[in-house]
């Protein structure tokens, strides 16, 4: 008489996918952007050379207006600037797309800058804290 080899069981397919689909979920979740949401980083400026320019957004660049660009923020989100260490702080709306000097997370515009005391700095600490999303 023939022996067989034992047979070994079959992996089961649903749980090998179900557990391929939650990695892979997991590696390519973006952080949850909701108010109340907090990101510290490096803070810059643009001005009046921008004046008068279209934005990303669309709009209509203002120096004086209390803009900003982010990378990945909705455009009409209302964002809370505060200095790192400091009482300032400032309400600016997501307007426009950078910035692109590399370790910073958000230009403002020069209204913005002035009332964070940073424009003989050019650059200063900050925490960008979301006040609002724009509705959709």
């Not at 979920?25 to 952080?31: K, T």
């Not at 982010?70 to 910035?99: I, K, M, N, W």
């Not at 000097?101 to 003989?120: C, E, K, N, T, W």
């Amino acid at each position: 008489m023939v022996s067989r080899p034992a047979s070994r069981p079959r992996p089961r397919p649903a749980p090998l996918l179900a557990a391929a689909a939650l990695l892979c979920l997991s590696a390519c979740a973006h952080r949850a952007v909701r108010p109340g949401t907090v990101e510290e980083g490096l803070a810059g400026y643009y001005g009046a050379r921008f004046e008068g320019k279209r934005t990303a957004s669309g709009a209509v660049f203002h120096a004086g207006a209390l803009t900003c660009a982010h990378r990945t923020l909705p455009f009409g989100t209302v964002l809370e600037v505060s200095r790192v260490g400091g009482p300032e702080r400032v309400r600016v709306t997501v307007t426009d797309r950078g910035p692109y000097i590399s370790g910073r997370i958000v230009d403002l515009s020069l209204a913005a800058a002035r009332r964070l005391h940073m424009l003989a700095a050019g650059v200063a600490r900050v925490r960008l804290k979301i006040v609002r999303l724009p509705r959709r």
